[in-house]
């Protein structure tokens, strides 16, 4: 009797089961990889030479200034590849964390809407975006999303939706929305300047 994994004249090659869900593991991690690869060539792609070179992420020492970006982080980056990253966290937050996660808004919760124009939430939730995308990939196991949840997501959103957080000055009802940025301190105040 012949191997049905071998495959007869009157029978086609069939892949057992186990090999399957293996193929199907390897595909997931490859396509996360060409993802990410993506994200990293557009954002290569539509750096602005127009930038000042005061506003661009300095190289390394010993690194040659054209060796690609030093950080993923939203606030190393300037002009054109500041705007792309926003764009793409701004389509994140819209798609997935305010739908899944917004949750009511109140004076012990307050969001602001234009939250874009409040440096501490960009910052905030730019690392939030980035930890889900490592957290939630193949590699990082089946315990992965569950980490994000409890190391990312809560801490960010307690600190943001805070009373005295960012949006403090902010909506504190959807019924009657309010945007204003709160003044911070200079760094003459703060004892640093020079």
Known sequence: MSDPAQGTPEEPFRVPDDDLDDLASTLAKTMAEVRQHGVLLDRLSSEDDTTPKTQRPKPAAGAEEDAGPTSVFILALGGAEYDAELAALRDWMNHLLL??????????????????????AVARLHGLW?????????EAGLSGPSTWHRDHLDQTL??????DGPFA??????????????????PEQMGLAA
């Open 99 to 120: 739908p899944v996660y917004g949750r009511e808004i109140s004076t012990t919760r307050p969001w602001c809407a234009q939250w874009e124009q409040h440096p501490e």
């Open 158 to 163: 307690v600190h943001l939706r805070a009373p």
């Open 130 to 138: 980035l930890a889900w995308q490592q957290l939630t990939d193949v």
């Open 169 to 186: 000055a902010c909506t504190t009802s959807a019924n009657r929305p309010n945007h204003r940025l709160l003044a911070t301190p200079a």
